[in-house]
């Protein structure tokens, strides 16, 4: 799965390191409304920091077997996001998902297009048992993809997450690949 095309607007593929600077500038382009809920966006400083992200997904890549972890969310043309799984344990057969959307992307439809397509990979290429999603309790639009698309509401884990001046708690989901069609 190099390129998945979901339809005529909306695709996955991996990332080149011909990407870095477009998802630098996407990233950068989005920071003061990405900031709210994402905690690492002051560790991106150039395109060469966009270019080690990239590098080291693609390690994650052969290190998974060919089978890639995460994937460029292509909107007609331009990268739109990220979306993959930030975590995989083989061993129990888990995969984390973690996403994101460029801000001027939202509102088309297409994270969700492309989080139905991960699930679907995770379950059917991975072979993954369950796939789980932390939110940020006050995360809203992300918790809005995992609770449309059947996950069950596992708890809540207190201050999980270090947002630069403060803690917020998460969310835990989970779903299992029995449940989902």
């Given at each position: 799965m190099l390129t998945y095309k979901i339809d005529e607007e909306v695709s996955l593929r991996l990332f080149n390191e011909g990407d870095a600077e477009e998802f630098y500038n996407l990233t950068i382009g989005s920071k003061p409304y990405l900031k709210q809920w994402l905690g690492w966006?002051?560790?991106?400083?150039?395109?060469?920091?966009?270019?080690?992200?990239?590098?080291?997904?693609l390690k994650g890549f052969v290190?998974?077997?060919?089978?890639?972890?995460?994937f460029a969310i292509i909107?007609?043309?331009?990268?739109a996001g990220t979306i993959g799984f930030n975590n995989l344990n083989n061993a129990n057969r888990i995969g984390v998902i973690g996403y994101w959307?460029?801000?001027?992307?939202?509102?088309?439809?297409?994270?969700?297009?492309a989080f139905k397509a991960?699930?679907?990979?995770?379950?059917?290429?991975?072979?993954?048992?369950?796939?789980?999603?932390?939110?940020?309790?006050?995360?809203?639009?992300?918790?809005?993809?995992?609770?449309r698309f059947g996950f069950t509401r596992e708890?809540?884990?207190r201050q999980a997450?270090?947002?630069?001046?403060?803690?917020?708690?998460?969310?835990?989901?989970?779903?299992?690949?029995e449940e989902w069609k």
């Open positions: 966006l002051d560790y991106i400083e150039s395109v060469e920091d966009s270019a080690n992200n990239i590098k080291a997904r290190e998974n077997g060919g089978y890639p972890k995460s909107y007609r043309g331009e990268i959307l460029g801000e001027r992307f939202q509102g088309k439809g297409i994270m969700s297009k991960v699930i679907d990979y995770g379950f059917k290429e991975l072979e993954l048992n369950r796939i789980e999603v932390s939110v940020a309790v006050e995360n809203k639009r992300s918790r809005a993809l995992p609770e708890g809540e884990i997450e270090w947002l630069y001046d403060h803690y917020v708690d998460h969310i835990i989901y989970g779903l299992l690949s």
